[in-house]
């Protein structure tokens, strides 16, 4: 089934998904980089295009506790954000996960402040990846459309019933025009049709929801979320293949590019991987040893596709977006690290930072990262970690 | 309610923790948050009652005799029984004393 391509913003494709998931309700505050988004669902919503109660709401922080009240409803609920907004919503992050509500929130990654950045970077998502939501980092537009229609299938899955945030770089992704082929109407609603949580807010059924927890009980109410989430991923793998099935386009927690033999291995997430994929076909073609390994799925994260994937490599050259500060550097390559602990024969791990704060890395520069990398990693890096391109 | 709090295991809790039968405050035990009991002498009671009025959590009641008494799975310990007993019958006396 191959639909007719057409050049569109990523934010006005990723709103005409969510139209044709039928969202119930969407919360707006728009912040930049995630404005077009919810802009465009209000032009649809006005122009009756999306029957859908359309919430303009005072803060983040409200944007998400309103989805909390129409996703315990059972309404197919929607919001939007960005960097400071995500961390204003933070408290609300574990309400919505510890209370299993399946809402769909797409976050156009940007920087934190200070010193106040719009631009793409992954700090916002870092800061949240203990907060119980289902994490998913895309590519490009087409993989932001499809990932939103795959995102209200996996939350509202019955063996899954968790809220999920979709990643897309702010600015380069979500302002950037790209061929996207939009799916048809019908074939969305087979493979996502709506789907009502096994426990919702009804008069003739009432049900207490985010109760309160002495401790004789809070342990076991965390270790019932830490079991839902650590048995999803198999859900969300089968609804990719669903995807697959019907729309043709295979998405997988862990994806390879040229790693096949490869000693070598860089490590990326996000929109960096398609620059990266560029200067992995430069170099290869050069008679450099390396390959790309890009990570789609990052909480659960998927220990066992990713121990697969660099099982035979020598040198893992991991690059952050963010920073942990006076920690360990990127909290991706510590992570990584961390998942690697385990196996006998484990990669050297050369970690960088880079691209803060919407700093672009071309071709050329990953090419110099791999350069670089590689040296360091005969030679053993020094310093925790190298920030990519700083001026000394 | 089926099982108590400390008897539930984490298979027991409804998806989100929500809690589905209806409930009240009088499942609490209370009492376990007492550093210190109120103890009777009775032989000076009034049977007035201010003790029952004053007592926040609403947990004295008569016994058998007639006698104002806390009930020790509610009673937090806080001692205003104590404070306005105008016969001193009742004297707060730390929990692991006898």
Same mark, same amino acid.
């Given at each position: 089934?191959?639909?007719?391509?057409?050049?569109?913003?990523?934010?006005?494709?990723?709103?005409?998904?969510?139209?044709?998931?039928?969202?119930?309700?969407?919360?707006?505050?728009?912040?930049?980089?995630?404005?077009?988004?919810?802009?465009?669902?209000?032009?649809?919503?006005?122009?009756?295009?999306?029957?859908?109660?359309?919430?303009?709401?005072?803060?983040?922080?409200?944007?998400?506790?309103?989805?909390?009240?129409?996703?315990?409803?059972?309404?197919?609920?929607?919001?939007?954000?960005?960097?400071?907004?995500?961390?204003?919503?933070?408290?609300?992050?574990?309400?919505?996960?510890?209370?299993?509500?399946?809402?769909?929130?797409?976050?156009?990654?940007?920087?934190?402040?200070?010193?106040?950045?719009?631009?793409?970077?992954?700090?916002?998502?870092?800061?949240?990846?203990?907060?119980?939501?289902?994490?998913?980092?895309?590519?490009?537009?087409?993989?932001?459309?499809?990932?939103?229609?795959?995102?209200?299938?996996?939350?509202?899955?019955?063996?899954?019933?968790?809220?999920?945030?979709?990643?897309?770089?702010?600015?380069?992704?979500?302002?950037?025009?790209?061929?996207?082929?939009?799916?048809?109407?019908?074939?969305?609603?087979?493979?996502?049709?709506?789907?009502?949580?096994?426990?919702? =807010?009804?008069?003739? /059924? +009432?049900?207490?929801?985010?109760? #309160?927890?002495?401790? &004789?009980?809070?342990? *076991?109410?965390?270790?019932?979320?830490?079991?839902?989430?650590?048995?999803?991923?198999?859900?969300?793998?089968?609804?990719?293949?669903?995807?697959?099935?019907?729309?043709?386009?295979?998405?997988?927690?862990?994806?390879?590019?040229?790693?096949?033999?490869?000693?070598?291995?860089?490590?990326?997430?996000?929109?960096?991987?398609?620059?990266?994929?560029?200067?992995?076909?430069?170099?290869?073609?050069?008679?450099?040893?390396?390959?790309?390994?890009? =990570?789609?799925?990052? /909480? +659960?994260?998927?220990?066992?596709? #990713?121990?697969?994937? &660099?099982?035979?490599? *020598?040198?893992?050259?991991?690059?952050?977006?963010?920073?942990?500060?006076?920690?360990?550097?990127?909290?991706?390559?510590?992570?990584?690290?961390?998942?690697?602990?385990?196996?006998?024969?484990?990669?050297?791990?050369?970690?960088?930072?880079?691209?803060?704060?919407?700093?672009?890395?071309?071709?050329?520069?990953?090419?110099?990262?791999?350069?670089?990398?590689?040296?360091?990693?005969?030679?053993?890096?020094?310093?925790?970690?190298?920030?990519?391109?700083?001026?000394? | 309610?089926?099982?108590?709090?400390?008897?539930?295991?984490?298979?027991?809790?409804?998806?989100?923790?929500?809690?589905?039968?209806?409930?009240?405050?009088?499942?609490?035990?209370?009492?376990?948050?007492?550093?210190?009991?109120?103890?009777?002498?009775?032989?000076?009671?009034?049977?007035?009652?201010?003790?029952?009025?004053?007592?926040?959590?609403?947990?004295?009641?008569?016994?058998?005799?007639?006698?104002?008494?806390?009930?020790?799975?509610?009673?937090?310990?806080?001692?205003?029984?104590?404070?306005?007993?105008?016969?001193?019958?009742?004297?707060?006396?730390?929990?692991?004393?006898?």
């Amino acid at each position: 089934m191959i639909g007719k391509r057409h050049g569109i913003e990523v934010s006005i494709a990723l709103a005409d998904a969510v139209k044709l998931c039928d969202a119930d309700v969407i919360a707006a505050y728009p912040i930049t980089p995630q404005t077009h988004i919810v802009e465009h669902l209000a032009e649809l919503v006005a122009e009756g295009e999306l029957d859908a109660e359309y919430i303009p709401v005072e803060s983040e922080h409200s944007a998400l506790s309103a989805c909390l009240g129409s996703a315990a409803a059972g309404a197919r609920t929607f919001t939007a954000t960005a960097g400071q907004g995500l961390e204003l919503m933070h408290e609300v992050l574990y309400v919505a996960s510890g209370m299993r509500l399946p809402i769909v929130m797409a976050v156009a990654n940007r920087a934190l402040s200070a010193p106040l950045s719009v631009w793409g970077d992954h700090s916002d998502a870092m800061a949240v990846r203990d907060t119980g939501w289902i994490q998913i980092f895309t590519e490009n537009g087409q993989e932001v459309v499809d990932q939103i229609i795959c995102a209200f299938k996996i939350a509202e899955h019955h063996k899954v019933l968790l809220p999920v945030m979709i990643h897309l770089d702010g600015f380069n992704l979500s302002h950037v025009i790209e061929p996207i082929e939009m799916p048809d109407k019908q074939g969305v609603c087979d493979f996502a049709p709506h789907r009502r949580s096994p426990l919702t =807010l009804h008069p003739s /059924r +009432p049900v207490a929801m985010g109760d #309160f927890a002495p401790p &004789v009980i809070f342990t *076991e109410a965390k270790w019932a979320q830490e079991q839902a989430m650590l048995v999803v991923k198999p859900t969300i793998v089968e609804i990719w293949e669903q995807f697959a099935e019907k729309f043709g386009r295979t998405y997988k927690p862990v994806e390879c590019y040229k790693c096949d033999g490869a000693k070598n291995l860089l490590f990326t997430m996000g929109s960096f991987s398609e620059t990266a994929m560029t200067a992995v076909d430069k170099l290869r073609q050069a008679g450099v040893d390396i390959g790309l390994v890009r =990570l789609r799925l990052w /909480r +659960p994260f998927p220990f066992e596709e #990713f121990c697969a994937a &660099v099982k035979d490599a *020598e040198t893992l050259l991991v690059l952050d977006r963010c920073i942990s500060s006076g920690g360990p550097g990127g909290p991706v390559a510590s992570e990584l690290k961390s998942a690697l602990y385990k196996l006998d024969k484990k990669p050297k791990v050369v970690s960088f930072v880079g691209g803060l704060g919407g700093r672009d890395i071309t071709v050329a520069g990953f090419e110099k990262i791999i350069v670089d990398g590689l040296e360091l990693a005969e030679t053993g890096q020094e310093r925790i970690f190298e920030i990519v391109g700083v001026r000394e | 309610m089926a099982k108590s709090e400390n008897e539930l295991t984490w298979k027991d809790i409804e998806i989100g923790a929500a809690v589905i039968e209806p409930g009240s405050a009088a499942a609490y035990r209370t009492g376990d948050w007492r550093s210190q009991r109120p103890t009777y002498d009775f032989s000076r009671c009034l049977k007035c009652g201010i003790c029952f009025v004053f007592c926040p959590e609403g947990c004295i009641g008569q016994n058998q005799k007639g006698f104002f008494e806390a009930n020790p799975y509610y009673c937090k310990g806080c001692g205003i029984c104590a404070y306005e007993c105008p016969t001193r019958v009742i004297v707060m006396r730390e929990e692991e004393e006898k």
